[in-house]
């Protein structure tokens, strides 16, 4: 076997991931929003690099939220 790796398949189903990918980015920006209200700032933060590793394109509407969670003072 020259390569085992099995072949991501484009078309079928692509609607479907992009639907997937879309609903995760929704929940996700949800949950970030919830732990900057409950000052869960890491959590926040990783919900936010998780949406933009999934939506780029989001990048404006959450660098605010990055520079409020930047600027936050440390937990104790």
Not at 7 to 36: I, K
């Amino acid at each position: 076997m020259s390569n085992s790796r099995p072949r991501p398949r484009r078309g079928a189903g692509s609607g479907a991931r992009a639907a997937g990918r879309d609903e995760l980015v929704s929940r996700s920006l949800q949950s970030a929003e919830h732990c900057m209200r409950t000052q869960d700032f890491g959590t926040a933060y990783a919900h936010y690099l998780l949406v933009l590793s999934l939506a780029p394109e989001l990048k404006d509407d959450v660098k605010l939220a990055h520079q409020k969670i930047l600027s936050a003072p440390p937990s104790k």
